[in-house]
């Protein structure tokens, strides 16, 4: 498989793991929480697809398109476990994450995902569902989408 035809999959696995996300959270109560903003096309589409939610963000920095750029009062500028304690002490409850941290390299990035586990599931709720671009600890392992094979993208419900 090319490089493109791979980011390809992995675009699609991204787009109907969010509107898989979106339907599993319909009737429950929560923000949105997306972990890492990147350029903000996933940012983007959880705006579209869930315009009632509070979308919160966090990323080191702010290098999206500039159609993308989050509110100000969304966007926690810094470390991921640091920001994620500031939403804790905040009363932020989550009902959907959406997990896209990533350095490049495969041992750094689920290493990280391991790493921030336990501080993710410092913000959401019983039943919440997490999407995930590596592997999380601690939650329960769910199917996702069945447009989406198993080993591209990672779907947890919080127990």
Not at 6 to 18: E, I, T, V
Not at 38 to 55: A, E, S, V
Not at 78 to 104: I, N, P, R, T
Request: hydrophobic fraction near 45%; include cysteine.
């Amino acid at each position: 498989m090319s490089r493109l035809e791979s980011m390809m999959r992995r675009l699609a696995a991204q787009k109907d793991g969010l509107e898989w996300a979106a339907a599993e959270i319909r009737d429950m109560s929560g923000d949105v929480l997306e972990l890492g903003l990147g350029n903000g096309r996933t940012y983007d589409h959880l705006r579209q697809i869930l315009p009632d939610r509070r979308i919160w963000i966090i990323d080191r920095g702010m290098n999206c398109h500039p159609s993308c750029v989050p509110p100000v009062s969304d966007f926690l500028q810094g470390e991921a476990s640091e920001m994620l304690g500031k939403m804790v002490q905040l009363g932020v409850q989550v009902s959907f994450a959406h997990y896209d941290f990533g350095f490049g390299d495969k041992a750094r990035d689920v290493a990280e995902a391991m790493r921030l586990s336990m501080a993710i599931a410092g913000v959401m709720i019983s039943g919440g569902v997490i999407a995930s671009s590596q592997p999380l600890m601690g939650f329960d392992v769910v199917r996702g989408p069945l447009s989406v094979a198993p080993e591209r993208y990672c779907f947890y419900r919080v127990p």
